[in-house]
């Protein structure tokens, strides 16, 4: 299969909120917390993911966070969640709020044309 021939990739937008456990505990304990009861089981159980992790709280009083995350297929992307639900991080430190998933320029794939896109000058 070529590169053009292969799935394209699923993008997830988990819209969170923090919860309170999570903020009575110190900027330490959270990134502790984060690497050994979230991260390690995601590490441990997914493969083909990959996250960036954006503050809204700035802006906004609903969701806090949003976490994106690219998984490299569907399957992967439901490991990703099967691996979420079973840490403290899905419902004691963070409330799903929503989650948005899909692929990019599905469309144009779609359609068979170009995707719209702006360009940086």
């Known amino acids: 299969m070529s590169a053009e021939e292969t799935a394209p990739p699923v993008t997830a937008f988990l819209l969170i909120k923090t919860m309170p456990e999570w903020l009575a505990m110190t900027p330490e304990e959270r990134v502790h917390a984060f690497g050994t009861e979230v991260m390690s089981v995601v590490k441990a159980r ?3 993911v990959r996250s960036r992790f954006y503050d809204t ?3 906004s009083t609903r969701v806090t966070d949003v976490w994106v995350w690219e998984a490299d ?3 992967a992307y439901q490991l990703l969640i099967d691996a979420l639900r079973e840490t403290p991080f899905w419902d004691r430190y963070f409330e799903v709020v929503d989650l948005l998933v899909g692929t990019e320029n599905g469309y144009a794939r ?3 044309v170009d995707p719209v896109a702006t360009v940086s000058t």
């Open 110 to 112: 779609t359609y068979n």
């Open 57 to 59: 709280e700035f802006y």
């Open 46 to 48: 997914t493969t083909g």
């Open 73 to 75: 297929d569907h399957e």
